[in-house]
Protein backbone atom coordinates (compact mmCIF):
# COMPACT_ATOMS: atom_id res chain seq x y z
CA UNK A 1 0.00 0.00 0.00
CA UNK A 2 1.50 3.64 -1.07
CA UNK A 3 0.14 6.71 0.45
CA UNK A 4 1.67 10.39 0.17
CA UNK A 5 2.49 10.06 -3.48
CA UNK A 6 0.35 12.49 -4.94
CA UNK A 7 0.56 16.37 -4.58
CA UNK A 8 -0.11 19.18 -6.83
CA UNK A 9 1.18 22.00 -4.58
CA UNK A 10 5.43 23.11 -4.08
CA UNK A 11 6.06 21.84 -0.82
CA UNK A 12 7.63 19.09 1.30
CA UNK A 13 5.70 15.70 1.32
CA UNK A 14 6.32 12.26 2.79
CA UNK A 15 5.97 8.99 0.85
CA UNK A 16 5.03 5.98 2.76
CA UNK A 17 5.63 2.17 1.66
CA UNK A 18 3.81 -0.40 3.77
CA UNK A 19 3.83 -3.82 2.91
CA UNK A 20 0.29 -5.87 3.03
CA UNK A 21 -1.33 -9.72 3.09
CA UNK A 22 1.58 -12.14 4.22
CA UNK A 23 4.18 -9.20 4.09
CA UNK A 24 4.89 -6.62 7.09
CA UNK A 25 7.07 -3.87 6.98
CA UNK A 26 7.12 -0.06 5.77
CA UNK A 27 9.43 2.68 4.39
CA UNK A 28 8.97 6.01 4.78
CA UNK A 29 10.32 9.04 2.24
CA UNK A 30 10.93 12.47 1.93
CA UNK A 31 9.58 14.16 -1.41
CA UNK A 32 9.07 17.98 -2.33
CA UNK A 33 8.01 20.20 -5.56
CA UNK A 34 10.10 22.95 -5.85
CA UNK A 35 8.46 26.38 -7.02
CA UNK A 36 8.61 27.17 -10.50
CA UNK A 37 10.59 29.74 -11.32
CA UNK A 38 8.89 32.70 -13.41
CA UNK A 39 12.27 35.06 -13.61
CA UNK A 40 11.59 34.26 -17.62
CA UNK A 41 8.10 34.38 -17.59
CA UNK A 42 6.53 35.89 -20.90
CA UNK A 43 4.60 38.77 -19.89
CA UNK A 44 1.82 40.40 -22.49
CA UNK A 45 0.42 43.75 -21.68
CA UNK A 46 -2.21 45.98 -23.21
CA UNK A 47 -0.72 48.80 -25.02
CA UNK A 48 -4.24 50.70 -25.41
CA UNK A 49 -3.42 53.27 -22.69
CA UNK A 50 -3.66 57.28 -23.50
CA UNK A 51 -3.21 60.42 -21.45
CA UNK A 52 -6.52 61.17 -20.14
CA UNK A 53 -5.23 62.99 -16.82
CA UNK A 54 -5.79 60.62 -14.44
CA UNK A 55 -4.75 57.69 -13.15
CA UNK A 56 -4.26 54.32 -15.05
CA UNK A 57 -3.59 50.66 -14.84
CA UNK A 58 -1.83 48.70 -17.33
CA UNK A 59 -3.69 45.66 -18.17
CA UNK A 60 -1.60 42.36 -17.77
CA UNK A 61 -3.12 40.46 -20.99
CA UNK A 62 -0.53 37.11 -19.85
CA UNK A 63 1.94 35.60 -17.83
CA UNK A 64 3.19 32.34 -19.18
CA UNK A 65 6.40 30.64 -17.73
CA UNK A 66 7.05 27.43 -20.03
CA UNK A 67 3.55 25.81 -21.32
CA UNK A 68 2.09 27.15 -17.90
CA UNK A 69 -0.39 29.85 -17.85
CA UNK A 70 -0.05 31.91 -14.63
CA UNK A 71 -3.06 34.02 -12.85
CA UNK A 72 -2.93 37.41 -10.63
CA UNK A 73 -3.28 36.96 -7.24
CA UNK A 74 -2.91 33.07 -6.99
CA UNK A 75 0.42 32.71 -8.96
CA UNK A 76 1.49 36.64 -9.00
CA UNK A 77 1.36 39.87 -7.68
CA UNK A 78 1.64 43.04 -9.86
CA UNK A 79 3.58 46.35 -8.62
CA UNK A 80 4.15 49.37 -10.63
CA UNK A 81 1.54 49.04 -13.34
CA UNK A 82 -0.17 52.68 -12.55
CA UNK A 83 0.81 56.03 -14.06
CA UNK A 84 -0.45 58.84 -14.29
CA UNK A 85 1.78 61.08 -17.42
CA UNK A 86 2.39 60.11 -20.93
CA UNK A 87 5.54 58.34 -21.08
CA UNK A 88 7.08 54.70 -20.78
CA UNK A 89 6.42 52.77 -17.28
CA UNK A 90 7.89 49.30 -15.98
CA UNK A 91 5.90 46.76 -14.06
CA UNK A 92 7.00 44.04 -11.91
CA UNK A 93 5.69 40.49 -11.62
CA UNK A 94 6.25 38.66 -8.39
CA UNK A 95 5.86 34.53 -8.04
CA UNK A 96 4.02 33.44 -5.26
CA UNK A 97 2.19 30.11 -3.91
CA UNK A 98 3.60 27.75 -6.23
CA UNK A 99 6.27 30.51 -8.12
CA UNK A 100 9.04 32.12 -7.16
CA UNK A 101 11.08 35.05 -8.58
CA UNK A 102 10.10 38.18 -10.43
CA UNK A 103 9.97 39.13 -14.36
CA UNK A 104 9.66 42.99 -15.64
CA UNK A 105 7.35 44.09 -18.12
CA UNK A 106 7.31 47.15 -20.20
CA UNK A 107 4.14 49.39 -20.54
CA UNK A 108 3.48 52.90 -21.75
CA UNK A 109 0.71 55.20 -21.27
CA UNK A 110 0.11 56.94 -25.19
CA UNK A 111 0.50 60.98 -25.75
CA UNK A 112 -2.97 62.24 -26.19
CA UNK A 113 -3.17 63.43 -29.84
CA UNK A 114 -5.07 67.30 -29.91
CA UNK A 115 -6.64 69.19 -33.07
CA UNK A 116 -4.82 72.48 -33.32
CA UNK A 117 -6.09 74.84 -36.28
CA UNK A 118 -4.93 78.93 -36.38
CA UNK A 119 -6.56 81.67 -38.68
CA UNK A 120 -5.59 83.20 -41.51
CA UNK A 121 -4.74 86.76 -40.67
CA UNK A 122 -3.42 90.04 -42.40
CA UNK A 123 -2.04 93.13 -40.62
CA UNK A 124 -0.79 96.24 -41.71
CA UNK A 125 2.66 97.30 -41.62
CA UNK A 126 4.07 97.72 -37.56
CA UNK A 127 0.57 95.94 -36.72
CA UNK A 128 0.46 93.00 -34.18
CA UNK A 129 -1.37 89.53 -34.99
CA UNK A 130 -3.98 88.25 -33.01
CA UNK A 131 -2.98 85.58 -30.11
CA UNK A 132 -6.34 84.67 -29.77
CA UNK A 133 -7.00 83.18 -33.62
CA UNK A 134 -6.52 79.13 -32.61
CA UNK A 135 -8.69 76.26 -31.35
CA UNK A 136 -7.47 73.26 -29.60
CA UNK A 137 -9.90 70.60 -29.59
CA UNK A 138 -9.30 67.45 -27.36
CA UNK A 139 -7.66 68.76 -24.27
CA UNK A 140 -8.31 66.67 -21.25
CA UNK A 141 -11.36 67.94 -19.32
CA UNK A 142 -10.19 71.15 -17.13
CA UNK A 143 -6.66 71.17 -18.89
CA UNK A 144 -5.58 74.38 -20.44
CA UNK A 145 -3.34 74.98 -23.50
CA UNK A 146 -1.74 78.23 -24.72
CA UNK A 147 -0.25 78.75 -28.39
CA UNK A 148 1.73 81.66 -29.37
CA UNK A 149 1.31 82.35 -32.83
CA UNK A 150 4.45 83.00 -35.03
CA UNK A 151 3.94 85.07 -38.27
CA UNK A 152 5.22 84.20 -41.27
CA UNK A 153 5.81 87.22 -43.59
CA UNK A 154 4.69 86.74 -47.47
CA UNK A 155 5.27 89.40 -49.81
CA UNK A 156 2.81 90.70 -52.45
CA UNK A 157 5.71 91.02 -54.92
CA UNK A 158 3.67 93.34 -57.39
CA UNK A 159 2.23 95.98 -55.03
CA UNK A 160 5.39 96.22 -53.09
CA UNK A 161 6.89 96.77 -56.90
CA UNK A 162 4.36 99.25 -57.01
CA UNK A 163 5.15 100.92 -53.82
CA UNK A 164 9.24 100.91 -54.29
CA UNK A 165 9.19 98.63 -51.73
CA UNK A 166 12.68 96.09 -51.94
CA UNK A 167 11.54 92.32 -52.08
CA UNK A 168 13.85 90.54 -49.73
CA UNK A 169 15.39 87.16 -50.85
CA UNK A 170 14.70 83.74 -49.23
Same mark, same amino acid.
Given at each position: E??????????AYELIVTASGNYTGSVTKQWSIDKLD????? $???????????????? $??????VDVVNLYEETDY???GNTG??? &?????????? &??????TKGDWNIHKKTV?? +? +???????? &????SQNAYTI? &??VDGHIAVA????? $? $???EELCAQLGIEVPAN
Open positions: ISGNKATNAGISDAN $VVIDDCLEYNGASQTA $VIVQVNTVSINA &GSYELTVTGT &GNFTGTML +A +AEDQTISY &GGTID &GLTLTPT $V $VYN
